[in-house]
C-alpha cells in the first residue's frame, strides 16, 4: 500500500509546477524531473527547440527537444568517457572529427591529447554552439583550442565527403534518435565513419541505455559488427541526469593494428600537463576505462550475440 487513496492519485498533477520533467517516447511511463529556479533562455533553430535553465541542484540545464544533452554537474562523466575510451585505446592520435557535440565539451577533452593536431568538429545546429559559448563557458572552453576547425552542418553529408583513411579517431557525439540524428544511428552513416578512418582507426558513438533501449543497441552492434572489421565493444557509464541513469558507447576500430579498447595503451591520467587549461579530469581514470566495458549479464547476453 503506497499510503496514497484512489483519488489522491487521480489529484497528482503529471507535471509537477515548477519542475522540469523529461517525458518522451523514448521511455515512456517514466520521467526524471529536475527542480527549475530560472528560464534562462528558450528558442527554435531550424532543426529542434532548445532550452536552458538554472537547476536547484545540477548547475545549468542544456535541453534539446524536451530531452536533457547535459547538466553542468554531471557533464563530466559523458563527456571524458566518451572521449578518452577511443583516445586512450590507441597511441598518439593525431587527427579527430566530433560529429554533433556542439555544446564543445567534447572539444574540450580532445584537446587534453597532446599528440593530437587537428580537431575537425561537424555540427548541424549553431544555436547549440552559441548557447554554450554564452551559458556553458566552461563546456565551449573546447572551441578556444587553435587546433579545432568548426563546420556547420549535417554529420552524415559531411563524412561522406571525407577522404578516405583521414583520421585516426571519430567521435560521435550526438543526441537521441529521433529528429536530427537519426540518421546516425543508422548503418550507411557507421559505413562513412569507417571508411574515414585510417587502418586501426577508432570510433566511439553515444549507443543508449542498457536499461531503456537494448532493441536500439541489437541494432547498433549488429551493423558494427558487420561494418568494423577489428574490435567492436559496448561500455557504458553513469550520468545521473540520463534517462535510466546511465549511457552507454559503442567502441569499434578497422581492420589494422589491433585494438584492445578494455586496456588503454594511451593513459592520459599518467601524465599531469593536460590539466593546465582544462582542470583535473573528475571522472575517467584508466580503473574507470576497463570496468566500462563490463557488462550487466542481461546485457552481455544479447551484445555477444550479435
Ligand atoms: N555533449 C552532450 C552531453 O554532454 O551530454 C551530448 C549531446 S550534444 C548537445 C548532441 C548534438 O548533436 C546536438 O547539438 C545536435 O544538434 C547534434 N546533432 C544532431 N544531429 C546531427 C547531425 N545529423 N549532424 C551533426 N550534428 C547533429
Redesign the pocket.
Known amino acids: 500500500d503506497s499510503g496514497c487513496n484512489h483519488n489522491e492519485l487521480e489529484n497528482m498533477s503529471s507535471v509537477i509546477p515548477g519542475w522540469f520533467s523529461e517525458i518522451s517516447p523514448m521511455w515512456p511511463g517514466e520521467a526524471h524531473s529536475l527542480k527549475v529556479e530560472k528560464i534562462l533562455f528558450q528558442g527554435k533553430s531550424e ?2 527547440n532548445v532550452i536552458v535553465f538554472q537547476s536547484s541542484t545540477y548547475g545549468k540545464v ?1 535541453v ?1 527537444d524536451g530531452v ?3 547538466t553542468e554537474r554531471d ?1 563530466c562523466a ?2 571524458e568517457m ?1 572521449t578518452h575510451l577511443p583516445l586512450c585505446s590507441i597511441p598518439n592520435p593525431k587527427k579527430v572529427l566530433v ?5 564543445g ?2 572539444l574540450r577533452e580532445v584537446s587534453r591529447h597532446a599528440s593530437v593536431e587537428q580537431i575537425d568538429i ?4 549553431k544555436m ?2 552559441d548557447v ?1 559559448k554564452q551559458f556553458f563557458p566552461r ?1 565551449a572552453v573546447g572551441y578556444e583550442d587553435s587546433r579545432v576547425t568548426l563546420h556547420i ?4 553529408a ?1 563524412l561522406k565527403a571525407v577522404p578516405q583513411g583521414t583520421y585516426d579517431a571519430v567521435i560521435v ?3 537521441d534518435p529521433i ?6 544511428f543508422k548503418k550507411p552513416f557507421f559505413e562513412s565513419v569507417a571508411k574515414a578512418l585510417r587502418p586501426g582507426g577508432v570510433m566511439c558513438t ?1 549507443a543508449e541505455s542498457i536499461w531503456l533501449h537494448m532493441h536500439i543497441i541489437e541494432d547498433i552492434v549488429s551493423n558494427c559488427r558487420q561494418i568494423f572489421k577489428g574490435s567492436v565493444n559496448y561500455a557504458w557509464t553513469t ?1 545521473p541526469t ?1 534517462p535510466s541513469g546511465v ?1 552507454g558507447f559503442m567502441l569499434c576500430s578497422t581492420e589494422g593494428p589491433t585494438v584492445d579498447f578494455k586496456h588503454p595503451v594511451n593513459p592520459i591520467d599518467a601524465d599531469e600537463s593536460h590539466c593546465k587549461s582544462n582542470g583535473p579530469l573528475k571522472f575517467y581514470n584508466s580503473e574507470m576505462h576497463t570496468a566500462a566495458f563490463c557488462l550487466p549479464s542481461f546485457a552481455k547476453k544479447v551484445i555477444d550475440s550479435k
Open positions: 532543426y529542434q542544456l534539446l536533457i544533452q547535459l557533464e559523458y563527456q566518451i560529429i554533433g557535440g556542439g555544446d565539451g567534447v561537424c555540427e548541424i545546429d547549440v554552439i554554450s563546456v552542418g549535417d554529420g552524415v559531411f557525439d550526438s543526441s529528429g536530427p540524428a537519426q540518421e546516425l553515444q550520468v540520463y549511457i
